[in-house]
């Protein structure tokens, strides 16, 4: 997992692998403010990116998850969101399994998560079988606006 922000990527790109500075190039060129929610290509099939309108909610509402084809960069446009984390640990246990369909699996918490909060222009990004839960209340419940940049594991090199 890596956190940044958008003013301050340019200056450390070089920390960043070769496909997330790719896609923030890519997502850079778009006009965020005002696509409207959906699916948008960047290059190719294997690097999209989508806009998300949604209301947070509180943590123990939302299950942590994980994808295995994609690593996820989630650019907070507009509100403030509460990410939980933790690494990939063998003894994580599926509540449902959704890869084969949707690239996405859904854990029970684990016990090491840790929490971390995002405001409008920051970025989190998450690795193939990193668990995170997006979408989190910071303090209460608010609607929050996003995009979520998927780079498959093969641009990445995994």
């Excluded at 301050?8 to 929610?37: E, I, K, M, R």
């Excluded at 806009?51 to 947070?56: D, G, K, R, S, V």
């Excluded at 990193?130 to 996003?146: G, M, S």
Aim: proline letters at 9%.
């Amino acid at each position: 997992m890596m956190l940044g922000n958008l003013l301050s990527w340019p200056l450390q790109q070089a920390v960043f692998p070769a496909a997330v500075n790719h896609a923030l190039a890519l997502l850079q060129q778009q006009d965020l403010a005002t696509l409207p929610a959906g699916r948008y290509p960047l290059d190719g099939d294997k690097l999209f990116f989508m806009i998300q309108e949604m209301n947070t909610r509180p943590q123990q509402d939302k299950k942590p998850e994980a994808h295995r084809e994609h690593a996820d960069i989630q650019l907070l446009l507009a509100g403030n969101e509460r990410y939980g984390m933790a690494p990939p640990a063998p003894e994580s246990c599926i509540v449902e399994d959704r890869r084969d369909t949707h690239d996405i699996a859904f854990y029970a918490a684990p016990a090491d998560e840790v929490f971390f909060d995002l405001q409008p222009g920051m970025f989190a990004v998450f690795f193939p079988g990193e668990l995170h839960r997006p979408c989190c209340a910071v303090a209460e419940a608010q609607p929050i606006r996003k995009a979520v940049v998927k780079i498959h594991r093969s641009l990445l090199g995994l």
